[in-house]
């Protein structure tokens, strides 16, 4: 398949899941809507995965990033490019990926971390391994992530691709967001 053949592909599943939201599509419609060509098949995954993330979100409010760490495989490897702490782009390992997220807060005064407007689609994915190159179970958030940095209120959109192994754990983290403004707060 062409790289534009996959775009296309990867735009069409994704206007469709936004069609699904707003139209207010139910889960138990979501659960049986499915997208298929001739190399790729998307379809809703357990909501189980959803409120996976859910608790994810609320261990990163609360700054509980052992319990945080309980959602990750032992070998879980995250990518964030435009990262502003001393891990740089990527982290391989849970107790690495959890260090780091509490040495960051405490190195630079993190406080009130709140997330709003959230957005949390779970799917499951068979075929050429569109997303990051990985079949299985894929889920997206979107949200807007409010902290204090330093005593400097931020706000910025915050994005999320979570890979999960056959344990229901998280084996693989795409991190995105805004990172001027915590740059910004941090000089």
């Not at 069609?19 to 659960?31: D, F, H, P, T, W």
């Not at 309980?70 to 782009?89: K, Q």
């Not at 982290?91 to 690495?96: C, L």
């Amino acid at each position: 398949m062409k790289a534009s053949q996959k775009i296309r592909s990867s735009i069409l599943f994704l206007l469709l899941i936004l069609l699904l939201v707003v139209s207010g599509c139910n889960k138990e419609q979501a659960a049986q809507t499915s997208v298929q060509n001739e190399n790729l098949n998307y379809k809703f995954a357990s909501n189980e995965y959803v409120e996976i993330i859910e608790k994810l979100m609320e261990y990163w409010a609360d700054q509980d990033f052992d319990a945080y760490g309980t959602l990750l495989a032992e070998d879980v490897i995250s990518f964030a490019p435009y990262n502003p702490h001393e891990a740089g782009n990527e982290t391989w390992g849970r107790e690495r990926e959890m260090n780091i997220y509490k040495n960051w807060t405490k190195n630079n005064e993190v406080e009130n971390i709140e997330f709003s407007d959230i957005s949390i689609v779970a799917i499951e994915t068979e075929g050429n391994k569109p997303f990051y190159k990985e079949s299985g179970i894929n889920v997206m958030a979107f949200a807007t992530m409010k902290m204090t940095i330093y005593g400097k209120p931020i706000n910025h959109g915050i994005s999320w691709i979570f890979h999960f192994n056959n344990e229901k754990l998280i084996d693989k983290i795409y991190l995105f967001f805004d990172a001027q403004q915590q740059f910004n707060a941090m000089n």
